[in-house]
């Protein structure tokens, strides 16, 4: 698995000081996406080694770090979410899918936040009240809808 970018960003995830990782290699070629260069399969290789030095660079300034794709190699991100729970458990996992429900085989329980659902331009992002992407908060292994707070009363 490959990722072009990272940056810590505090709008993707409530709450949180997120390192948002963007993933390469994107299946889903949604119509309108906002990041089309994320389709390529270029980058540099995300694994344990990056991850650790950024958990040791970003140290307690960040409280999560989010997955934004990886679509394409799901067990990848579910692998690395666990090494993250692992290797300093104060850091909450994230990861932001295209997909329209979680991959057979990954644990919601390896994060503490899921967003699912292809981008579709007309129905808008999570902040839409017609969008058709929903945002978790993983709660005991429960899926627990918390999309309405990404909206301005």
């Given at each position: 698995?490959?990722?072009?970018?990272?940056?810590?960003?505090?709008?993707?995830?409530?709450?949180?000081?997120?390192?948002?990782?963007?993933?390469?290699?994107?299946?889903?070629?949604?119509?309108?996406?906002?990041?089309?260069?994320?389709?390529?399969?270029?980058?540099?290789?995300?694994?344990?080694?990056?991850?650790?030095?950024?958990?040791?660079?970003?140290?307690?300034?960040?409280?999560?770090?989010?997955?934004?794709?990886?679509d394409?190699?799901?067990?990848?991100?579910?692998?690395?979410?666990?090494?993250?729970?692992?290797k300093?458990?104060?850091?909450?996992?994230?990861?932001?899918?295209?997909?329209?429900?979680?991959?057979?085989?990954i644990?919601?329980?390896?994060?503490?936040?899921?967003?699912?659902?292809?981008?579709?331009?007309?129905?808008?992002?999570?902040?839409?009240?017609?969008?058709?992407?929903?945002?978790?908060?993983?709660?005991?292994?429960?899926?627990?809808?918390?999309?309405?707070?990404?909206?301005?009363?």
């Open positions: 698995m490959k990722f072009a970018s990272y940056d810590i960003v505090f709008q993707e995830i409530p709450d949180e000081v997120t390192l948002a990782v963007n993933i390469t290699n994107c299946p889903n070629r949604c119509k309108g996406c906002h990041s089309p260069h994320l389709q390529e399969d270029a980058g540099e290789t995300l694994d344990e080694n990056v991850l650790s030095a950024w958990l040791e660079k970003y140290g307690n300034a960040i409280t999560c770090v989010c997955f934004m794709g990886g394409a190699e799901p067990r990848e991100v579910g692998k690395l979410a666990d090494f993250i729970r692992k300093n458990g104060s850091v909450k996992t994230a990861w932001y899918s295209g997909r329209a429900a979680l991959p057979a085989g644990s919601p329980s390896n994060f503490d936040y899921i967003k699912l659902g292809a981008y579709i331009k007309e129905l808008g992002g999570l902040n839409a009240p017609s969008t058709n992407q929903r945002f978790y908060r993983i709660e005991n292994g429960v899926m627990i809808d918390k999309t309405d707070g990404f909206r301005k009363n």
